[in-house]
């Protein structure tokens, strides 16, 4: 009964391979019309307003605040600290087949091998601080770093016509800063943190 079975299925597709398949162009029936509806991109385009999207891009720009900006007190007295930046590993840290290539507890500081740029850090809603740093020798200096403790960096970089960036949390802890405005320096193999009081 099997062999019956597989019998006939062999025979029918031994059959339908037998015949050869045509296809034959019945011609056009009916009429036809080109498509008539737009690009959807030219579209897109078209229905953007340049204008109005580059004045929101410039008050994005205008308006832009790093979110982690870390906002630091005006100083009250002038002072200067020197901060370590030896570093210790708290973690094994393995290679990419599984090997520790730098075990916990590995003591190294990063001045040993980079030499970091100077930092100045200012608020620049404090007026009396943003004329404080254009009239300061750092001002002129373009291999200085200036970073903002609270404000907008756009309208900064508008009115000093330099790079302006964020003072960050990160950067802040790691340097112990407590001030501003204040001066960073590499002082041998520790940063050096110059606090300035500015006198009103």
Same mark, same amino acid.
């Given at each position: 009964m099997v062999n019956c079975k597989f019998f006939i299925l062999i025979l029918i597709c031994g059959l339908l391979l037998a015949f050869p398949a045509y296809a034959i162009n019945l011609g056009t029936i009916g009429t036809t019309y080109p498509i008539v509806e737009p690009d959807l991109v030219a579209e897109i385009k078209a229905s953007i307003d340049y204008?109005?999207?580059?004045?929101? /891009?410039?008050?994005?720009?205008?308006?832009?605040?790093?979110? !982690?900006?870390?906002?630091? #007190?005006?100083?009250?007295?002038?002072?200067?600290?020197?901060?370590?930046?030896?570093?210790?590993?708290?973690?094994?840290?393995?290679?990419?087949?599984?090997?520790? /290539?730098?075990?916990?507890?590995?003591?190294?500081?990063?001045? !040993?091998?980079?030499?970091? #740029?100077?930092?100045?850090?200012?608020n620049s809603e404090d007026a009396k601080q943003v004329e404080w740093f254009e009239k300061s020798p750092y001002y002129k200096n373009r291999q200085i770093k200036l970073l903002i403790s609270a404000g907008f960096a756009a309208s900064l970089i508008k009115q000093l016509d330099r790079p302006v960036f964020y003072l960050t949390k990160t950067i802040a802890d790691r340097l112990q800063l407590t001030a501003a405005p204040c001066v960073i320096t590499q002082n041998g193999k520790k940063m050096m943190v110059q606090e300035v009081r500015i006198d009103e």
């Amino acid at each position: 009964m099997v062999n019956c079975k597989f019998f006939i299925l062999i025979l029918i597709c031994g059959l339908l391979l037998a015949f050869p398949a045509y296809a034959i162009n019945l011609g056009t029936i009916g009429t036809t019309y080109p498509i008539v509806e737009p690009d959807l991109v030219a579209e897109i385009k078209a229905s953007i307003d340049y204008e109005k999207l580059e004045k929101v /891009m410039e008050e994005h720009r205008q308006n832009y605040q790093a979110k !982690d900006i870390y906002a630091l #007190p005006t100083a009250k007295r002038a002072r200067t600290f020197l901060v370590d930046m030896t570093y210790t590993l708290d973690h094994d840290i393995p290679g990419e087949n599984g090997e520790i /290539m730098y075990q916990r507890g590995l003591t190294w500081n990063p001045l !040993d091998y980079v030499s970091p #740029p100077e930092l100045v850090v200012i608020n620049s809603e404090d007026a009396k601080q943003v004329e404080w740093f254009e009239k300061s020798p750092y001002y002129k200096n373009r291999q200085i770093k200036l970073l903002i403790s609270a404000g907008f960096a756009a309208s900064l970089i508008k009115q000093l016509d330099r790079p302006v960036f964020y003072l960050t949390k990160t950067i802040a802890d790691r340097l112990q800063l407590t001030a501003a405005p204040c001066v960073i320096t590499q002082n041998g193999k520790k940063m050096m943190v110059q606090e300035v009081r500015i006198d009103e």
